[in-house]
C-alpha cells in the first residue's frame, strides 16, 4: 500500500525526519505512535502530500506521489484539528465536502450513529469540542477510500461515541481497508491496532505487533512497554 524509503524533512535547521524507511502493507491497522515532536503529525502530512520531504521517496500502491495528486483520492483523513469556517452550519459543511469529492457517501448512516441529527442546522462555531469531533468523524468515514488516516481520532469524545469509533474501524478492517492511527490513548491502541510503529525523533525504533512488543520489553501492557522503548532510547 505504502513504501517510504529514505525520508528526510526539515524545518528550519529543526530535522524531523531522519532518513526514515518504512512500509505499510494492505488490510489491518496501524498505530504510528511516539511523544510530541517525535515526527509523527510530519510523516502523516507527508503521505497527505500536505508536507514536501526534502529527500526520500513515498510510493502508493508503487507508484511515487510526487506531482500525481490523484492518489489522494484514495485517501479518506481525520485530521488532529480541523480549521473549519465557524459560520457554516454542520449540514452546508457534509455538502460542501460531498461537492468537492465528488464521490459516492453514506454520511445519513453515521449522522444516526453519532446522533448528530439535532446540530445539522447548528453553526460549527456553536458546537463543543466533542460534537465537533464528532462531525470530523461522519466526514472520514462517510467515503469508500481504500487508505483511512485518522490523528488522534477520540479527541472529545463521550463513551459511547467511543465504542462506535472502535466498530467502524474495525468494520472498515473486515471490509479490507488499510488504516493508520495517531493516537496518545494506549488503551484505545491495545483494542483496535494490529500493528505497532513507534517513532521517535524521526526515526522508528520498534514496527510489529503488540505481542512481539511486550516479548521485546518484557512487559505486560502497551503503555508500559511504550515507556520501556522511550526510556532505553534515553539511555542508550
Sequence with gaps: MIQIENLHKKFGKNEVLLGLDLNIEKDGIFAVLGPNGSGKTTLIKSILGMVIPNQGTILMDGIAI???WK????IDYLPQIANFPGNLKVKEL???IKDLRQMPSEEERLI???KLEPFLDKKLSTL??????KVNIVLAFMFDCPLLILDEPTTGLDPASLIHLKELI???????KTILITSHIMQFVAEVADTIVYLLEGKIYFKGSIDELMTKTQQ????HAIAAIATTHDNA
Excluded: H, V
Design 66 to 68: 510526487k506531482k500525481n
Design 71 to 74: 492518489y489522494r483520492q484514495q
Design 94 to 96: 457534509i455538502r460542501m
Design 112 to 114: 444516526a450513529l453519532f
Design 128 to 133: 463543543s469540542g466533542g460534537t465537533k469531533q
Design 170 to 176: 474495525q468494520n472498515e478492517k473486515k471490509n479490507g
Design 220 to 223: 505486560t501492557n502497551l503503555e
